[in-house]
């Protein structure tokens, strides 16, 4: 930024033209006087402190990252040197390879990815079920089914774990993935989400479907679904985040090394394989591998993220 | 009459792989919930003793109980002003057409896709005392360096910096939309008349943004009341209580000490809790807010 402007002041001599100046010198505060067109070169210089905060606050937002992949390069003398280096003096890319091997990270990610995935999938077939019964079909207990719901969306599940940890035990299905991903297998806000979407849609489409004597079920999977593909995209990246992501429950239930989660196998090697407070570059690179995934995920799906936030402020209004 | 029949049956059908698994692992429990909290029980005795009140007697003696409570509300105050304040700020900063916004909202974002027990062991090595960055940054300002997670005044603080640095991306998302969202003819307009930035903010914007900061208050309320990754991975609820929330609590007497009957008396605190404040929420929602 000093660069262009330093060129700039060289170039100032010449006239300008307008189009030019207002790419040209963003900070030249300097310069904008001589040319006597004072209130736009204010503008700029906000929009240049606009510029350096969120820089600023972008990078310190990014810190952590850095601080991981770095800390993960580091010998174990320099990561408890202090002051700390900022750059590491010499790159020690084992680090990576030696967590990779020292507990079952692949299995672990691998574990998160499919439950995240089989979770997603049973969530696609029960929300948009649920949420068409809701929207597009009579029957008595509709009034008893949406209080549900919305009871659900304001107690959060966390709360009950205990007991339903309790009816896990007495189904036999602690410690496997049958009950996890049973247990996880409806969101109420999935299922609030493809409400959302499915009241849009009018309801002429599925009276015209049931003249020509289509079944509810042709009717939502032939015409509904399609209708409402960005919400199940937007549905389906978030409780695949969140499944992946998830610790809290699925800790607790599945203890046998195998069947963790990432998250739990992250934390049961930063604290049980004698890692913690000896092998912080390989906690670091362990971390880094486990992070690494959703960063990509996100770097791709940006936009769909994003758009959830959207969406899930309008399942709130209703 | 046949077709009213297999009207209901079929909306059955259809309600039933939701409702099914809604009854068993989440309703169903939730009664079962206040039923424990009555009894005493350890996960072994082959009978739950009826104890009547005893476990909600026993809590509100309970010293630990009312650090707990604290602590939640200390936590739900730190996290959620800030984060939603934060949210604010960074979507006005974001809002007028920079060319590059995207990125920054990226950068800014990210954090809040990434796994929290990840981020948290990070973030404890960033908190180490002695080789941590944390420090090494108050050092440039000649500031002694603190015991973060080891310091009973700054563990809580920690966590708060994390739980921050996850959420705002999210929270200014929420703003950037609503402000986006925003008639320019209203505001075009004050400023013809003469308002001021701050007057056009203060009268304008702010009221007429209403809708997301209450949503954002509910939603960041409940889940603070939710918030155990970073804790369990930063504290473990200590040092001496300093982060130890209701559900904090109620996991370490359920999981740890094997106490059913307290811990169940803590969760129903907590769900009371959560429906206190929906009730406010409902309340004020009908009231305050101003929707458009």
Redesign the interface.
Known sequence: MNMTGAGKDTTSYEPVTPGRRRSGSRSNGAAGRRDGTVTRYRLSGGTALRYIMLTVISLLMAFPFYWMVMSGFKTNDEIFRFPPTFWPETFLWSNYVDAWHAAPFARYILNSIGVGAAISLLQIINSSMMAYALTHMRFRLKGLFTGVVLLGYMIPSTAVYLPSYLVLSKLQLLDSYTGLILSNCVSVFSIFLIRQAFMQISHELVEAGQLDGASHFRILWTIITPLARSTFAVMVLITFIEQYNNYFWPMLITKSPDLQLVSAGLRSFFVEGGAYGLKWPQIMAASAFTIAPLLILFLFTQKTIMQSVNMSAGVNKN | MKTKIF??T???L??M???I??L???????G??FY?SFTDWDFMSPDKLFVGLDNYRYLLGNPEFYQALKVTALFGIGSVIPIMIGGLL?AL??N?K?R??G?????????W???????S???S??FQP????AN?VL?WFGIAGIGWLQDSNWALVAILIVTL?KSV??AM??YL?ALRNLPSDLLEAASMDGAGAWSRFRHITLPLIS??TF?LA??LT?QS??A??QI??MTQGGPAGSTRTL?YL??QS??EAFN?GE??SV?VV??LI??LL?GCSFLIGRKMVH?Q
């Not at chain 2, 068993?24 to 939730?30: C, K, Q």
């Not at chain 2, 990125?103 to 954090?111: D, G, L, N, T, W």
């Not at chain 2, 896709?113 to 981020?119: E, F, I, R, Y």
Request: contains cysteine; proline residues 7%; aromatic residues 22%.
């Open positions: 009207r209901e079929e909306a059955l259809f309600t792989p939701a409702v698994p809604l068993v692992f989440w309703l169903g429990p939730l079962y919930i424990l960074l900063l974001m007028s920079l590059t916004s990125i920054y909202r990226a950068f800014i974002f990210s954090p896709v990434t796994p929290t027990v990840a981020v062991i990070v973030w090595w960033i002695d080789v941590g960055y090494h050092s640095w991306g999210w998302i929420f939309v809708p997301t949503f509910v939603i409940i009341l939710q155990y990754d369990n991975v559900l109620y996991y359920a999981f059913v811990a169940s969760a907590i769900i959560c429906v929906s929707y």
